[in-house]
Nanobody
């Protein structure tokens, strides 16, 4: 079981920047994919994929809505995954979750508790 702890959320003005962090522990991280998801406020909102990175090779993939504005990275020595968010928009307001899964799995099976990001317009 992977333990994930996010931090770095907060209130920021539209156009601003914020960096989220996710510290991972309890697994052999070289065989994992790490990702960020988010859930916007309001009833019926589902958790949506934001970005992912392979722990060993550092290959990345982004949702179209954040490509060019957000950057996912990892620091192997610190067991930490980051999400650099730039040019933030009000529609980026959400609870952001860190997730992990073993390579080859069809879904993410470890989740953090989430961190709130609020973008004011």
């Amino acid at each position: 079981q992977v333990q994930l702890v996010e931090s770095g959320g907060g209130l920021v003005q539209a156009g601003g920047s914020l960096t989220l962090s996710c510290v991972a522990s309890g697994h052999t991280k070289s065989a994992y994919i790490m990702a960020w998801f988010r859930r916007a406020p309001g009833p019926g909102k589902e958790r949506q994929f934001v970005a992912q990175i392979t722990w060993s090779g550092g290959s990345t993939f982004y949702a179209e809505s954040v490509r060019g504005r957000f950057a996912i990275s990892r620091d192997i020595a610190k067991n930490t995954v980051y999400l650099d968010m730039n040019s933030l928009k009000s529609e980026d307001t959400a609870v952001y979750y860190c997730a992990a899964t073993r390579l080859g799995n069809l879904s993410y099976d470890s989740w953090g508790q989430g961190t709130q990001v609020t973008v004011s317009s």
